[in-house]
């Protein structure tokens, strides 16, 4: 008969041991939707694969239809960003998406918090106003955002082919601010009576308690204006008539004309231009499915 301490000793050994996750298990069922997916994931792919490798050829392989370049020319990518001055239009790029991703945080953060956690007058209809204008296009304003930008109704003066014209109309944002309210209203209560127990008002308990837990909801909140500002095209080509201040789209699409059949440097340029997002997106992918996954669930 084994020794009651030798039991007791490979109890607590097999207990100390984390459990090994189990591998999934294939079912012949789900083959028809991994199929799917995958056929879904390539058809998504292919227009980039396809970008990525004209951008690579030769002017005479785009034109024949090359499935891929007999030798890789790495110059288009140099030639296509001295070409079309792109050194100007991604520094143009750089300050209005930092300028307005820094302004979206900052209030978007505070409406954010006061919806989910002041409570105030008609906070409730605020709010449903403030859904409400999520279903309005926004090609529809762009009328009257012009008039306002150039000072046809406040007469501020003409913001036309300014850094404030292309970013201050963008500094919050409605499905912004709902975000950051789902998120803060799951924050729990308890943390709020001990702030206000040791003297901390709403302000203080914002930016020691919320803002520290909500990194996943900025972060998602970052990404999704970096893509919106950086992929801008309308709204700049509006209130822009010269070069100064035109983002990369704009310059983008300045150079299709400019260049004309020269595919492999359009590609090379398409490139460049979607570059910065790729990236972007895949060192925040994690807290951006996070931000999502947990917004929303308590309102």
């Given at each position: 008969?084994?020794?009651?301490?030798?039991?007791?000793?490979?109890?607590?050994?097999?207990?100390?041991r984390a459990p090994q996750a189990e591998a999934p298990e294939f079912r012949w069922t789900q083959l028809p939707i991994y199929l799917a997916l995958t056929i879904g994931a390539l058809v998504s792919m292919t227009p980039f694969l396809v970008m990525i490798s004209?951008?690579?050829?030769?002017?005479?392989?785009?034109?024949?239809r090359a499935p891929w370049p007999a030798q890789a020319q790495w110059v288009n990518y140099a030639r296509a960003w001295s070409d079309a001055d792109f050194?100007?239009?991604?520094?143009?790029?750089?300050?209005?998406?930092?300028?307005?991703?820094?302004?979206m945080l900052v209030t978007c953060t505070l409406a954010g918090y006061a919806f989910a956690r002041i409570r105030?007058?008609?906070?409730?209809?605020?709010?449903?106003?403030?859904?409400?204008?999520?279903?309005?296009?926004?090609?529809?304003?762009?009328?009257?955002?012009?008039?306002?930008?150039?000072g046809d109704i406040i007469p501020w003066g003409s913001w036309l082919n300014t850094l404030p014209a292309l970013t201050v109309p963008?500094?919050?944002?409605a499905f912004i601010i709902f975000l950051f309210r789902?998120?803060?209203a799951q924050i729990p209560t308890e943390l709020w009576d001990a702030a206000r127990m040791d003297g901390a008002g709403?302000?203080?308990?914002?930016?020691?308690?919320?803002?520290?837990?909500?990194?996943?909801?900025?972060?998602?909140?970052?990404?999704?204006?970096?893509?919106?500002?950086?992929?801008?095209f309308l709204w700049p080509l509006l209130v822009t008539t010269n070069p100064t201040w035109r983002p990369l789209a704009v310059g983008l699409a300045n150079f299709i004309d400019d260049a004309g059949p020269q595919t492999h440097l359009l590609m090379a340029g398409s490139v460049i231009t979607i570059v910065p997002v790729l990236v972007l997106?895949?060192?925040?992918?994690?807290?951006?499915?996070?931000?999502?996954?947990?917004s929303g669930l308590k309102g």
């Open positions: 008969m084994a020794d009651p301490q030798m039991r007791s000793r490979r109890g607590v050994a097999a207990a100390g004209q951008s690579l050829m030769t002017l005479g392989e785009t034109l024949t050194d100007l239009y991604f520094r143009n790029s750089v300050i209005i998406t930092g300028t307005t991703i820094v302004g105030f007058p008609g906070r409730d209809v605020l709010f449903a106003i403030l859904l409400t204008t999520l279903m309005i296009p926004g090609t529809v304003t762009f009328i009257p955002g012009f008039l306002l930008v150039r963008f500094l919050s944002t789902q998120f803060f709403h302000l203080r308990f914002l930016t020691t308690v919320v803002v520290p837990m909500s990194r996943p909801v900025l972060i998602t909140g970052t990404l999704l204006t970096f893509v919106a500002s950086w992929n801008e997106y895949f060192f925040t992918q994690r807290q951006f499915t996070e931000g999502i996954a947990t």
